[in-house]
């Protein structure tokens, strides 16, 4: 019997609820297939809701579909709003790179207030309504990058494209570091797990597009059908969080020597995604960047001293 981890891991998860952010395309797609398949409902959280309902379609199961743009605050907050109940998971899984330098309509960088404040805020506001798991994916790519807490959005240091994901996905690593760590000290119900999903093929014309000329691009293509994972393993690391008995706060990515093509295992970050004070100064800059936090009663749990 093979003992590779495998999406029957996931059992029958009828009557569970899980929430997928980014779920029309890519990872997130095949993260909330792999869930409805499962028997889970699963929220799609997506920006284009009419595109949201196709893939609901196509995946069958129990889905709602819900608008959330996780570039613009005003859709994070109105977010809780429009769906009723408690969840048991929220998979903050969107993610984008950018091809140029611009702003959010609220002034951020927009891979930083894409890939970290948006899922920061919807974290915070909809925490209270999650009962078991946060999962956010992160990258591997958080391993090259430095973050600059006195020039965040980068207004005066240059900007280039794969650099700035980078960066916000150390913030992102940074975030999971703190979270973790007041969830523990708040004796909280609820965990929370980064995941890393390898280099995923089908992402890359969104990194590449209008980039390379169409025979580079064909190369590229061909390079990543033998390197790259495909979809379904690329949602296996958050999904490998949903099944396996891991500790709070784990680190999940690809089990390559270079983290690129495999199956989902412990990982390891780097120094830099496991200080503290840069964890906690960061915290506070999101806080006030979008204005929320974590609920105060998160930190006044039965048993749990305040934080």
């Not at 797609?29 to 959280?45: C, D, K, S, W």
């Not at 609901?56 to 199961?61: C, D, I, L, Q, T």
């Not at 708040?186 to 590449?208: D, E, I, K, M, R």
Request: include cysteine.
């Amino acid at each position: 019997m093979s003992t590779k981890w495998s999406p029957t891991r996931l059992g029958d998860l009828n009557g569970k609820r899980i929430i997928v952010t980014g779920a029309t395309n890519g990872v997130g797609l095949a993260t909330a297939t792999a869930l409805a398949r499962a028997g889970a409902h699963v929220i799609l959280a997506v920006r284009n809701v009419e595109l949201g309902a196709q893939r609901a379609a196509e995946m069958g199961g129990d889905t709602s579909v819900v608008k959330l743009d996780l570039a613009d605050q005003s859709s994070v907050r109105a977010f809780p709003d429009l769906f009723d109940g408690d969840v048991d998971i929220l998979i903050n899984n969107a993610g984008m790179v950018a091809q140029r330098r611009s702003d959010t309509v609220d002034g951020f960088e927009i891979t930083l207030g894409t890939n970290f404040l948006g899922p920061f805020a919807l974290t915070n506001l909809i925490f209270e309504r999650v009962r078991s798991k946060i999962i956010t994916v992160g990258s591997d790519a958080h391993k090259v990058a430095s973050i600059a807490i006195d020039d965040p959005h980068l207004r005066t240091r240059r900007w280039s494209a794969f650099p700035a994901y980078a960066r916000s996905k150390l913030a992102v690593m940074l975030w999971g570091l703190e979270l973790d760590r007041r969830l523990r000290e708040a004796t909280s119900p609820v965990s929370c797990y980064l995941t890393h999903p390898g280099w995923v093929a089908s992402n890359l014309s969104n990194v590449s597009d209008k980039r390379l000329m169409a025979t580079a691009h064909t190369v590229v293509r061909s390079v990543a059908r033998l390197l790259a994972n495909d979809l379904d393993a690329g949602a296996a690391p958050t999904l490998y969080c949903i099944t396996e008995p891991i500790p709070p706060g784990s680190y999940v990515g690809i089990d390559s020597r270079l983290g690129l093509k495999g199956g989902p295992t412990l990982s390891g970050r780097s120094a830099a995604a496991c200080d503290y004070e840069t964890a906690r100064r960061l915290w506070e800059f999101a806080e006030s960047e979008t204005g929320t936090t974590l609920p105060q009663s998160t930190a006044a749990l039965p048993g749990g001293p305040d934080l």
